[in-house]
C-alpha cells in the first residue's frame, strides 16, 4: 500500500523528483506518451506513473512537465520505497538540481 509522503500541503516528493499541485496546465502544453517521469542515468531506474491509473503526463512549450491526474495516482520508482499517491489534480514536476563550482546541474538517482 502507498504511503502519503511527509510534505506541505500540495507537495510531494520522490528521490530526486519535487511535485507541486497547480491549478491548470500552461498553455500549449502537449501530451507525452509513456508513463516516465524521469529515468536515471545512473541506474536506468525511472519514476513513472503506475500502469492502469488514470493519468498522463503534459510537456509545457517551455519543457517542464506537468502530471494530470484524473484519480488518485502511484508513482513508483525501484529505489524508492513505498510508491507515493498524488491526488486527482494537476502537478508540476521539477528536479532537483544542485550548485557547483561551475554551475547548477540536475541531481540524477
Do not use: C, F, N
Amino acid at each position: 500500500m502507498a504511503r502519503a509522503s511527509k510534505r506541505l500541503p500540495g507537495q510531494a516528493r520522490q528521490g530526486d523528483i519535487l511535485y507541486e499541485r497547480v491549478d491548470s496546465v500552461p498553455e500549449g502544453a502537449v501530451k507525452v506518451a509513456g508513463r516516465a517521469i524521469a529515468r536515471g542515468t545512473a541506474t536506468g531506474h525511472s519514476h513513472a506513473l503506475r500502469a492502469g491509473d488514470k493519468a498522463h503526463l503534459m510537456r509545457a512549450p517551455d519543457g517542464v512537465l506537468y502530471v494530470v491526474a484524473e484519480e488518485t495516482t502511484l508513482v513508483v520508482h525501484e529505489d524508492h520505497k513505498p510508491p507515493i499517491a498524488l491526488s486527482t489534480g494537476i502537478w508540476r514536476v521539477t528536479r532537483q538540481r544542485e550548485y557547483e563550482p561551475a554551475g547548477s546541474r540536475v541531481v540524477d538517482d
